[in-house]
Nanobody, 122 residues
């Protein structure tokens, strides 16, 4: 079974950058699609980005061009590089994984981390 642990969140000024990491345990990481979601207080959890087992990526329109998802299968870690951060990016960020790329893009993804807080000040 896959376990996911996020790290790298923090407080940053608008326009700044952060790099989130999600470390995965388990022995099936390389065959899983991995994704990032975020949830702000009072809002629904929303999809941010996904990377397939083959390295194909897809982003939510709100972050496209600013965020980059990547993975290092040898380290069993997925990353989210966040640039040009805006106050509206403030949220608890979760990583998720699923054998299916399509499923990894939805809230029914099979595995979830505990979340890491990102706060962007104006």
């Amino acid at each position: 079974q896959v376990q996911l642990v996020e790290s790298g969140g923090g407080l940053v000024q608008a326009g700044g950058s952060l790099r989130l990491s999600c470390a995965a345990s388990g022995r099936t990481f390389s065959s899983y699609a991995m994704s990032w979601f975020r949830q702000a207080p009072g809002k629904e959890r929303e999809f941010v980005a996904v990377i397939s087992w083959s390295g194909s990526t897809y982003y939510a329109g709100s972050v496209k061009g600013r965020f980059t998802i990547s993975r290092d299968n040898a380290k069993t870690t997925v990353y989210l590089q966040m640039n040009s951060l805006k106050p509206e990016d403030t949220a608890l960020y979760y990583c998720a994984g699923d054998p299916s790329t399509a499923q990894a893009m939805g809230v029914n993804a099979h595995y979830w981390g505990q979340g890491t807080q990102v706060t962007v000040s104006s």
